[in-house]
């Protein structure tokens, strides 16, 4: 069946570093990616998706770009915030269309 | 401006009550589903529905029940709460996977 995997948290970093948050996948035919942001005490909300190989996923700095031959989307954000500081889930879709499958999370600090 | 909407927020209640949390959506959305979020942060379906009078239990065994009457509507009920049904659940919907789902913000439930 499908599956997601993430790289495990917590990850801590300093305000401005560079952040990478692995994710790889493994799913039949062309899933649709997706990552989500879950901020404390709230539900998740959608961060970014690629729908296609080699797309190209953005918003408020952070990138992912779906790679079919590695199958990987891994999350990208040049300099990270404080406010950065999350849960983020990796996410694809079933052929179907009907279900997401989720990865099992990794936790954000950003320390000032 | 939230379009799916889950309440209460919070709730502690005693061993033996009977509870329901809401969810409501405003979208028009088919596919309505009720994931459990353990303090470790991974997400457990436990109950989802794609239309009307159509209801499945999730990969996670759970004791609640759902029912889905009209297409915004989507309730999940336990009807003798315990301590181990403490925890955060969250609805979500979606008019198709490949656009990703719609979270609400949770409910955190107590059981003491």
């Known amino acids: 069946g499908d599956s997601v995997t993430q790289m495990e948290g917590p990850v801590t970093l300093s305000e401005e570093a560079f952040l990478t948050i692995n994710c790889t996948y493994t799913?039949?035919?062309?899933?649709?990616l997706f990552w989500y942001v879950q901020y404390p005490g709230e539900g998740l909300q959608l961060l970014l998706k690629?729908?296609?190989?080699?797309d190209k996923g953005s918003n408020k700095g952070f990138e992912a770009t779906y790679r079919k031959e590695t199958t990987s989307f891994h999350l990208e954000k040049g300099s990270v915030q404080v406010s950065d500081s999350a849960v983020y889930f990796c996410a694809l879709s079933d052929n179907a269309g009907n279900m997401l499958t989720f990865g099992g999370g990794t936790r954000l600090m950003v320390k000032p | 401006e939230a379009d799916i909407y889950q309440t209460p927020r919070y709730l502690v209640i005693g061993t033996g009550k009977k509870i329901t949390l809401e969810c409501s959506q405003t979208m028009g959305h088919d596919k309505m589903y009720w994931y459990q979020q353990d303090p470790g942060m991974e997400l457990h379906l436990i109950h989802y529905?794609?239309?009307?009078?159509?209801?499945e239990k999730g990969d996670l065994s759970s004791e609640s029940t759902v029912s889905r009457i009209r297409t915004e509507h989507f309730p999940l009920t336990l009807e003798s709460a315990r301590p181990s049904h403490t925890s955060q659940y969250l609805c979500a919907s979606s008019d198709g996977a490949v656009r990703g789902y719609t979270f609400g913000s949770g409910t955190r439930l107590t059981v003491v």
């Open positions: 690629a729908t296609k190989a080699d």
């Open positions: 799913a039949t035919g062309y899933p649709s």
């Open positions: 529905s794609y239309g009307v009078n159509s209801t």
